[in-house]
């Protein structure tokens, strides 16, 4: 389930953009400093909730001073700019809000993974792909080194590929592969999800469950 409406998406994007770019490129700022001060600010907490005060209600060069005063960090800020290009500052902080839009993860989880450094690099090869090859690269950093999941490990016993189960099952492809990396939380699927995927597994819904919430 996605974070909050679909209707604030485009302008949080635009906003968390714009806001890595003025921090990094207007204030010098680090981008994982920044990164780090928006989570301690509770800014990134309001942001997962969709608060139209953040994520639509104010420009990224807003939501910088914002975050700053919050977290009583203090450093010159220059005017901001008119417009904002697509920099690939921009595009780390415009993936980032599109990720946790989708994946419904906090910011905590994903930045803990996640580092500037890591965003950079992706930007190079998949800044102009559809936002999909992202989301599955993002996917597949949050799921290394994580203990592999039981719907993960029951597909590979019984012979089926992703494709393969999501076709027999009905499920959504994208939604299989959230359950698997843990980007869904399994234990929170519909009892209709689940009893699709167990009948076509052949198990029992319980058997498909993780012990805890990992989100």
């Not at 005063?69 to 980032?96: F, H, S």
């Not at 990720?99 to 994903?110: A, L, P, V």
């Not at 393969?164 to 869904?184: D, F, V």
């Amino acid at each position: 389930m996605a974070a909050y409406d679909e209707m604030y998406l485009n302008e949080a994007m635009a906003d968390l953009g714009e806001a890595v770019e003025y921090a990094v490129k207007g204030c010098g700022m680090d981008m994982d400093v920044f990164f780090g001060l928006f989570l301690s600010s509770g800014i990134a907490a309001q942001f997962e909730k969709g608060n139209p005060k953040y994520v639509s209600g104010m420009s990224g060069t807003e939501l910088v001073l914002e975050i700053m005063n919050k977290a009583n960090y203090r450093v010159n800020v220059p005017e901001a700019a008119k417009e904002y290009e697509a920099t690939p500052e921009y595009w780390c902080g415009w993936i980032l809000a599109y990720y946790q839009w989708r994946s419904g993860m906090i910011f905590r989880k994903i930045l803990k993974k996640v580092k500037a450094e890591t965003l950079l690099r992706m930007y190079v090869t998949l800044h102009e792909a559809p936002e999909e090859k992202a989301l599955d690269t993002l996917d597949g950093i949050m799921n290394r080194e994580n203990e592999v999941r039981r719907l993960q490990q029951l597909r590979r016993v019984y012979g089926y590929s992703q494709s393969m189960l999501a076709r027999k099952s009905g499920i959504n492809l994208r939604t299989l592969q959230q359950y698997e990396s843990g980007a869904k939380d399994i234990n929170k699927a519909s009892v209709t999800t689940l009893k699709a995927l167990a009948d076509t597994l052949g198990v029992g819904m319980e058997e498909l469950m993780e012990p805890g919430n990992r989100n």
